[in-house]
């Protein structure tokens, strides 16, 4: 167990509606990274927060966004779903930004689009 | 743009054999490469590479970076069924991104 919480563990929804996922770090990380991961194309890397503050933004389209809040939790809002949002979504977390802290995942959840 | 590479993209063995898994990376201000184990679920931690030439051993796992030549190689010897996983190679960049590579499915047969 890695200490990083997700919830729900899946998702199922229909085209066009928006949807938020869930993250807990483990206790005492303040970063926490999103990655989605698709059949064909591996760990894509979303955002980063550090302590509240985005740090770093990766593939991530304007239709998604995240925040951390105050007790360092994360959410993932995905709205205007598309059927090629289904995949799966990890969170992940280390304790500082430099050298010398790995990621630390949770178990994902699986969005499923109809 | 920041880029893993990992290869091969899988590999098919029987217990007891040795792999290498291979890793190459181009990413800014690199700071560390990082191995991890895909089986069902979440990655799990593997080892992290700061220095080069100093191997990181954990059990019948090892691994080793070169930073000069920008890559790093994961070594398993006599493979068990229970090895099968995806494996990911992941480089830490100054833009405090991790970039991943796309994984190289093991598969060890019985």
């Known amino acids: 167990d890695s200490g990083v919480t997700q919830t729900p563990k899946h998702l199922i929804t229909a085209t066009g509606q928006r949807v938020t996922l869930r993250c807990s770090p483990r206790s005492g990380d303040l970063s926490v990274y999103w990655y989605q991961q698709s059949l064909d194309q591996g760990l894509q890397f979303l955002i980063q927060?550090?302590?509240?503050?985005?740090?770093a933004k990766g593939n991530i389209l304007e239709r998604f966004s995240a925040q951390q809040f105050p007790d360092l939790h994360s959410e993932l809002n995905l709205s205007s779903l598309e059927l090629g949002d289904s995949a799966l979504y990890f969170c992940?977390?280390?304790?500082?930004?430099?050298?010398?802290?790995?990621?630390?995942f949770g178990n994902g959840t699986r969005l499923t689009v109809t | 743009e920041d880029k893993v590479v990992q290869s091969p993209l899988s590999l098919v063995v029987h217990e007891g054999d040795t792999v290498t898994l291979n890793c190459s990376y181009e990413v800014t201000n690199f700071r560390s490469l990082l191995w991890y184990k895909q089986e069902k679920k979440a990655p799990t931690f593997l080892f992290m590479l700061t220095s080069s030439g100093i191997e990181k051993k954990s059990g019948r796992l090892s691994s080793i970076l070169d930073k000069k030549e920008l890559f790093s190689i994961l070594n398993i010897t006599a493979t068990q069924t229970g090895d099968s996983a995806v494996y990911l190679c992941a480089a830490h960049s100054g833009t405090y991104k991790y970039i991943f590579g796309t994984g190289t499915r093991l598969k060890v047969l019985a």
């Open positions: 992940a977390s280390s304790s500082v930004t430099g050298v010398g802290s790995p990621l630390h």
């Open positions: 927060y550090y302590n509240g503050e985005e740090r």
